[in-house]
C-alpha cells in the first residue's frame, strides 16, 4: 500500500511537470514569430499577418521577413487596384502622385527587400521597408486631409515597418 | 479554469465520478493531488499565454538607428559631435511628398563625381592602378535603381578624374556568387599578376570568399575576368555565421613569406577581423585569433587594414611595415551605417593589431567621413606612391525620385589617405591633385569682412560645379554678455552663439529661401594663443542640410564633428561643389563631411555661393579662392576610336 501510494503522488507528480513543461515544446515555432512580432511597432498585426501564410510556422526571422514582404506586396496591390478604381470616377494630381509612389513601391522597394531579405543584406531589407512605409504616408497626405485611400496607405504603412522592424532584428 | 478552481471543493462529483475498481483507499489523496496539480498546470498555462501575448515593442525600445533617408525634416536636439542623426522615425503625419519636375531631378546628376549611366550603385570594389589606367569596380544593379542583382560594375581612367565605362566585370553566373557577386579587394603581386578576392552568395545562401583573375594581364583594360573554378576559396569557418562573413582585404607580405589578409565579421554583437594566411591565393588557412575585436559594434563590414608613415608624406604599399609605420583598421559598421577607423601599431608576429587609444577604438571613436558616407576603401596607387580613398555616397531622397530620374548614388572624389603628424591621432583626407585638372576661372577674395548676423554674396559666377578655398580670421567684439555658449553643431546655423556659426552658404538661392550652410563654432576664442593654456577651445566643424531644400521629402540632417585646430593654424575650409553633392573639408583633411541636397529653386544659374557669420560677438575676415569646375565627362569608352 505504501508502495502504491508513493507510485502514484511521484506518478501525479512527474505528470504535473510534464503539463507544465509542455507548453513550452508545442509552442517552440509560435514562439518566434510571437518574439519577433513583439519587437516591431504593431504585434497584434504582425502575428495575425505571419499567421495568415502556411509556411510562418516553420519559418526563421529571414522567413518571416520574406513572408511580410508578400503581405507588402498584397497591401500595395488593394492600393493600385483602389487607386484604379477612384481614378475611373475621377482622376486628380493627388491620385496621380499616389499611383506614382505605389509603382515605385511595387517596382522597386518591394523587389528590393525580398532579395534583401533572400540573400542575407539585411539593410537593404530595412531601406526598401522604410522608403515604403514613406511612400504611402506621401500618397495619404497628398489630399489635405480627405484621403479616399487611407484604409490602404494605413494597411500599407503598417505592414511596411513591421518589416522593417523584422530586417533590423537581422542586422 | 473558473470551472475547474469551483470543482476543487466538489469532491463529491468526483467521489461520484470514480465507481472503479481497485483505486478507493487511495483515491481521494490521489485525486486531490492530480485537480492540484491541473491547476498549476492550467494556470502556468494560462500565464505563458498572457505573457507572451504582450506587446513589448515600446519596452525593447530599438534605438533608433537606422536609415538616414528617413528623418525627413527632423532635427533631432544635440546633433552635434560625430553624431549624424540615426533616426527611423517616420513621417509625421502632416508630411506632404513633393511634386518634382525633370529639370530639377535632371540637375541633381553630378559633373564630376564618379556615378554610373544609370542605375543602382554602391560599394567601391577592387580599385587598382594597372598599366597606365586607373581601374574602379563597383557594386551595381544593372536593371534598377535601387539595390539588387548586384553585379560588378568597371570604369577606367587615367588620372583618377576621368573616368570611361567599360562592360561589367564579375557577372553573377556561378553557383558560388549566383546570389551576389559583392565586395572585394585587389592584391598585386611582385610578378605582376593580379588577384582579385570577392565575396561571393551562392545557391546555398552562404556568404563565401572567391578567386578571380584577368583574362589577360597584358590587357591594360582588365576587360575579362575569370573565376577560379574551384571557387570558393574561403568558406565561414566554424564559429561564424553563413551570413557573417564578407568583404575580403587587399593581402599584405610578411616575413614569414605568406600573405596574410583580413575580412570582417561578428560574434554575439561584437565586431571583429578574421585573419587568413595563404602562398598561392587558393589555399589559406585561419588564424585562431582576430585581428581585433570591439564589443557591442555589431558586423563589420569593408573592412580595410593598411599601413601609414608617421612622417606624413607619402602613401605606403599595403606590405610595408617596420618603425616609423602605423597600421590603420577601419570597418563600416552595419548596425548604424558608419564609417570608423582607428590608428594603432600592428604586431606582425601574431597578426594581431591594437589602437594607439583604446577610447577611439574601431567602431566608437573617429571616422573617415562625418556625414552621408559608407563602405570606403583604400587601395595604394604605385603611379604616385599615394594612398587613395573611395567612399559610397547614397542618395538621401525617396526611392520614388530615384526610380523616376533613373539613377542612385556616388562615388566621393577619391582622396589621399595621411597619417596627421601635427596631431598624431587622426588621418588627412584631401582630394586627388588631378580634380586641378578641372579647374577653368578662378576668383580670389581677400578680407572680406563679415559682422555678426550678415550674409554676404559672393559673385563668382555659376556656383553648382565648384573647388572652393577659405580661410578665416576672428575678430573679438566687445560685447555686453557673452550669449549662451552652444557647442557643437547645435541645431543648425540658425542657432546663435558667441563664436559661431559662421562659414559660406553653398547651393543657396538669392532669396536664401533655400541654402546649405558649412560652418565652425568654436566654443571659446582668446586674442592670442596664450589663452589656451587658460581654457579650452574646442571648435565644430558642421554642414546644415535643415534648409537645403523645401522639399520635405528628402533627408535633411545636421552633421558635424570637433575638429582640432592647432595655435599656429587659421582655420580652414575646402568645399567641393558638384550639384547635389558637396564635400567638405576642415583643417586640411582632418575632418571631412558629405552631404547630399536636393534642392528645387537654388539649381542651376539660382543657385550662389554666400559668406555668412551668425556668431554674435566676432567679426570674420575670410579670404578665399574659387574655381569653377569643368565637367568630368565620364562616358562609355570609345571602343570605336583607337586609344
Known amino acids: 500500500m505504501a508502495n502504491l501510494k508513493t507510485t502514484t503522488t511521484l506518478f501525479f507528480v512527474l505528470f504535473l511537470i510534464a503539463m507544465t513543461s509542455l507548453p513550452s515544446i508545442t509552442l517552440c515555432d509560435e514562439n518566434l514569430i510571437e518574439s519577433t512580432c513583439r519587437k516591431t511597432p504593431n504585434f497584434n498585426l504582425c502575428v495575425q499577418s505571419l499567421k495568415a501564410f502556411p509556411g510562418s510556422a516553420s519559418a526563421d526571422v529571414r522567413g518571416l521577413g520574406l513572408i511580410m514582404v508578400k503581405v507588402m506586396q498584397s497591401k500595395a496591390n488593394d492600393a493600385i487596384n483602389k487607386i484604379r478604381e477612384l481614378q475611373r470616377s475621377g482622376p486628380s494630381p493627388a491620385l496621380t502622385s499616389c499611383a506614382s509612389k505605389y509603382n515605385a513601391i511595387v517596382v522597386g522597394d518591394i523587389p528590393e527587400a525580398n532579395e534583401a531579405f533572400s540573400k542575407g543584406m539585411p ?10 512605409a514613406n511612400e504611402a504616408t506621401f500618397c495619404e497626405n497628398g489630399f489635405n486631409g480627405r484621403s479616399p485611400l487611407t484604409q490602404q496607405n494605413n494597411a500599407m504603412r503598417d505592414v511596411a515597418a513591421i518589416t522593417a522592424a523584422i530586417a533590423r532584428q537581422l542586422l | 479554469m473558473g470551472g475547474i478552481k469551483d470543482d476543487v471543493g466538489h469532491v463529491p462529483l468526483l467521489e461520484a465520478e470514480e465507481e472503479e475498481e481497485g483505486w478507493r483507499p487511495l483515491r481521494l489523496r490521489g485525486s486531490y493531488l492530480g485537480i492540484f496539480g491541473s491547476i498549476v498546470f492550467l494556470v502556468s498555462m494560462a500565464a505563458l499565454i498572457i505573457y507572451q501575448g504582450h506587446d513589448y515593442y515600446d ?22 559631435e560625430g553624431v549624424s542623426a540615426k533616426s527611423n522615425s517616420f513621417l509625421s503625419e502632416t508630411t506632404p511628398s513633393y511634386n518634382w519636375t525633370n529639370a530639377m531631378l535632371s540637375w541633381q546628376r553630378t559633373a564630376f563625381h564618379f556615378q ?10 577592387g580599385p587598382l592602378f594597372h598599366k597606365g589606367w586607373y581601374h574602379l569596380f563597383y557594386q551595381y544593379n544593372p536593371f534598377s535603381a535601387v539595390w539588387g542583382n548586384i553585379t560588378w560594375g568597371h570604369a577606367v581612367s587615367r588620372d583618377l578624374i576621368h573616368w570611361l565605362y567599360l562592360p561589367e566585370a564579375i557577372v553573377r553566373d556561378m553557383w558560388f556568387d549566383i546570389n551576389g557577386a559583392w565586395s572585394g579587394s585587389a592584391t598585386l603581386l611582385p610578378g605582376g599578376e593580379i588577384v582579385m578576392l570577392y565575396t561571393g552568395y551562392t545557391d546555398q545562401q552562404v556568404q563565401v570568399q572567391n578567386l578571380a583573375y584577368p583574362a589577360d594581364a597584358s590587357d591594360p583594360l582588365l576587360l575579362n575576368w575569370v573565376k577560379y573554378a574551384k571557387n570558393p576559396v574561403m568558406v565561414p569557418p566554424p564559429g561564424i555565421g553563413p551570413h557573417d562573413f564578407r568583404d575580403p582585404t587587399t593581402a599584405w607580405f610578411g616575413p614569414d613569406n605568406k600573405w596574410t589578409l583580413t575580412l570582417g565579421s561578428m560574434v554575439n554583437d561584437s565586431g571583429l577581423s578574421l585573419v587568413y594566411k595563404t602562398t598561392d591565393f587558393i589555399n589559406y588557412e585561419l588564424n585562431d585569433h582576430f585581428l581585433h575585436i570591439v564589443p557591442g559594434t555589431g558586423m563589420w563590414e569593408c573592412v580595410d587594414f593598411y599601413p601609414v608613415s608617421i612622417n606624413g608624406s607619402v602613401g605606403l604599399d599595403t606590405s610595408a611595415n617596420g618603425p616609423g609605420v602605423k597600421h590603420v583598421l577601419k570597418a563600416s559598421l552595419d548596425d548604424t551605417k558608419l564609417d570608423y577607423y582607428a590608428i594603432g601599431t600592428y604586431f606582425i608576429e601574431n597578426d594581431t593589431w591594437i589602437p594607439d587609444d583604446p577610447d577611439l577604438d574601431v ?29 559610397w555616397i547614397n542618395e538621401s531622397d525617396s526611392e520614388v525620385a530615384d526610380i523616376t530620374k533613373g539613377w542612385a548614388s556616388l562615388q566621393t572624389i577619391p582622396r589621399t ?21 578641372l579647374r577653368l576661372s578662378s576668383h580670389e577674395l581677400k578680407e572680406l569682412l563679415v559682422k555678426p548676423g550678415t550674409v554676404v554674396p559672393l559673385h563668382i559666377g555659376p556656383a553648382t560645379q565648384l573647388d572652393i578655398f577659405v580661410e578665416f580670421e576672428i575678430e573679438l567684439l566687445e560685447s555686453e554678455g557673452i550669449v ?9 546655423a540658425v542657432e546663435r552663439s558667441a563664436f559661431g556659426p559662421f562659414g559660406i552658404l553653398a547651393i543657396a538661392n538669392d532669396e536664401l ?5 558649412i560652418y565652425f563654432r568654436l566654443s571659446n576664442y582668446g586674442n592670442g594663443t596664450s589663452t589656451t593654456t587658460t581654457t579650452t577651445t574646442s571648435t565644430s566643424f558642421c554642414v546644415d542640410e535643415t534648409r537645403s531644400s523645401k522639399a520635405p521629402d528628402v533627408s535633411k540632417l545636421v552633421f558635424g564633428s570637433k575638429v582640432s585646430v592647432l595655435s599656429d593654424e587659421k582655420l580652414s575650409l575646402r568645399v567641393l561643389v558638384d550639384h547635389s553633392i558637396i564635400e567638405s573639408f576642415a583643417q ?10 536636393y534642392p528645387t529653386e537654388a539649381i542651376y544659374g539660382a543657385a550662389r555661393l554666400f559668406l555668412f557669420n551668425n556668431a554674435t560677438d566676432i567679426n570674420i575676415k575670410a579670404s578665399l579662392k574659387i574655381w569653377q569646375l569643368n565637367s568630368a565627362f565620364i562616358r562609355p569608352f570609345p571602343f570605336h576610336n583607337t586609344q
Open chain 2, 116 to 125: 554610373p549611366e544609370r542605375n543602382w550603385m554602391n560599394d567601391p570594389n
Open chain 2, 59 to 80: 519596452e525593447a525600445k530599438i534605438e533608433n538607428k537606422g536609415n538616414n533617408n528617413n528623418n525627413y525634416n527632423k532635427v533631432p536636439r544635440g546633433v552635434a
Open chain 2, 484 to 492: 549662451n555658449n552652444v557647442e557643437g553643431c547645435g541645431v543648425g
Open chain 1, 123 to 132: 539593410k537593404f531589407a530595412e531601406n526598401g521597408a522604410n522608403d515604403a
Open chain 2, 363 to 391: 567602431g566608437i571613436g573617429l571616422r573617415l567621413d562625418y556625414g552621408k558616407y559608407y563602405a570606403s576603401k583604400t587601395f595604394y596607387d604605385q603611379n604616385k606612391q599615394r594612398r587613395v580613398l573611395w567612399g
Open chain 2, 588 to 597: 586640411g583633411g582632418r575632418t571631412v563631411i558629405s552631404s547630399r541636397v
Open chain 2, 417 to 437: 589617405v595621411l597619417y596627421d603628424k601635427k596631431t598624431g591621432t587622426n588621418l588627412l583626407q584631401w582630394p586627388v591633385e588631378e580634380i586641378e585638372s
Open chain 2, 513 to 517: 529661401s533655400e541654402l546649405t550652410p
